[in-house]
């Protein structure tokens, strides 16, 4: 039988932190679309708490919409091929697109994704994420808008899971195990 090691978190971000940080980005992003509408494009699952915020913040000029991506590989290690398990429901053709996305690794989530939407002919693509850990980064990728910068640690909390645990945690916690 696995031992299961115990486990400790170490808050990082508060929701405060957290609330006064898409205060921010959503500033930010009012000032660079004006009035033009914007796709917010939600990346499942951990981005959900983050996407409602912020949307609540962005109100009526934006559409949302979510992809969900998977990596093949074999247990913890990706093959680094990200393919969409969930598509999205609408043409994103001359539109305005803003992946949000709950953290940046690796990037290699991300420099997928670009790709797959970009043959789409989106107007722009950007994307907001509210963490990035650049450390851990391999893959290139451009991120416009970013939340926190943190080091190489696992986090959980505000839509971060480990093992579906830990989600709806109102903060964001750096997570120890044993
Ligand atoms: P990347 O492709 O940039 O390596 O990883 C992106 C995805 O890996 C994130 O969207 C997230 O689902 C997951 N991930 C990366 N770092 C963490 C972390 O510290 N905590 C949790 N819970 N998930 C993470």
């Known amino acids: 039988m696995p031992v299961e090691l115990p486990i400790r978190l170490e808050v990082l971000f508060s929701a405060e932190a957290i609330a006064a940080k898409v205060d921010e980005l959503a500033g930010q992003i009012r000032q660079d679309y004006g009035d033009e509408t ?3 494009l939600g990346v499942l699952k951990g981005s959900f708490h983050f996407l409602s915020d912020l949307g609540r913040r ?3 000029t934006t559409i949302v919409d979510f992809v969900q991506t998977s990596s093949y590989g074999s ?3 990706s ?3 990200v393919q969409i398990r969930k598509d999205l429901d609408i043409n ?6 803003l992946i949000v996305e709950d953290i940046v690794d690796t990037g290699t989530t991300l420099a997928h994704l670009r790709e797959l939407l970009a ?3 989106p107007r722009t693509l950007k994307v907001v994420a509210l ?6 980064r391999k893959h290139k990728t451009q991120v416009e808008y970013v939340g926190f910068e943190i080091p190489n640690e696992f986090v959980v909390g505000y839509g971060l899971d480990y093992g579906e ?3 709806n945690l109102p903060y964001i916690a750096i997570l120890h195990e044993g």
């Open 92 to 97: 994103i053709e001359d539109q305005n697109v």
């Open 58 to 60: 962005l109100a009526d």
């Open 79 to 81: 093959t680094g091929i």
């Open 38 to 40: 914007v796709i917010l």
């Open 165 to 167: 645990r830990f989600r």
């Open 75 to 77: 247990g913890k290690s």
């Open 131 to 136: 963490l990035s850990k650049p450390e851990a």
């Open 119 to 121: 043959v789409r002919k």
